[in-house]
């Protein structure tokens, strides 16, 4: 009987699985994969390493502006969200290849092969203190430290991981979503500064920063208002 019951589930673990690949992972593929094609190919960039980066720089804002907004809408919407999620974890694994290979490819765009001078000014400029502090620092500095922190989301993006901490555990490492999510808010708008952006991208940005706030913060309140709802009750 018990051997039955762990075929039983693994068989509902596999079953799970070619679900999530085929409504989850495909379209996301797609969705990834396509628009950043669109945006390599309209770039008006000369050289290839340019239109890469753009073309997997704001996909990557987007997808992980979606992952901070499908708890407040479930919140919103049935008055609860999950601990996990499955289309919210994948979403956040595509969210974080785009976002990792956007960093290595963003290394080699400004300073080709001298990928340091992203973080410490040129030994001929003359500055108090080298670590670069311009926009141009900023924006390298939250970018390097977000895909840190994307990187390990995508390292515990999983069941396995799930169960090891337990929900819990894996919740308040997951917050750190949050975290990631305001160093790439910054990472975009210091770009928009050191490349003068077109507005239609600054509003992308600007429109994905606001939006990801603004039901962050109607979905705490829903909860904040739930739960003195319930205090008052007993």
Not at 200 to 218: E, K, N
């Amino acid at each position: 009987m018990r051997l039955k019951g762990i075929a039983t589930v693994s068989q509902l673990e596999r079953k799970r699985v070619q679900r999530r690949l085929l409504k989850h992972h495909l379209p996301l593929f797609v969705l990834s994969f396509g628009s950043a094609a669109i945006l390599y190919c309209t770039r008006p960039y000369s050289d290839v390493l340019s239109r890469a980066s753009f073309a997997t720089a704001y996909p990557a804002l987007v997808l992980l502006a979606i992952t901070l907004l499908i708890g407040p809408w479930k919140i919103l919407r049935k008055g609860q969200g999950p601990v996990s999620s499955d289309f919210r974890r994948d979403v956040g694994i595509w969210a974080g290849i785009l976002s990792i290979v956007h960093s290595a490819i963003g290394q080699n765009v400004h300073l080709r092969g001298r990928p340091w001078l992203y973080y410490v000014y040129d030994g001929k400029e003359h500055h108090l203190i080298p670590v670069r502090h311009d926009w141009f620092g900023l924006a390298n500095y939250t970018g390097a430290l977000s895909v840190l922190f994307v990187i390990a989301l995508l390292a515990t993006s999983n069941d396995a991981s799930l169960r090891a901490f337990g929900a819990p555990r894996w919740k308040q490492l997951q917050r750190w979503n949050y975290g990631a999510f305001a160093l790439v808010a910054v990472h975009s708008i210091a770009y928009q500064m050191v490349e003068n952006q077109l507005t239609p991208w600054v509003i992308t940005v600007v429109a994905c920063i606001a939006i990801t706030l603004s039901l962050q913060i109607a979905g705490v309140a829903r909860r904040r208002s739930k739960s003195a709802g319930r205090i008052i009750a007993t």
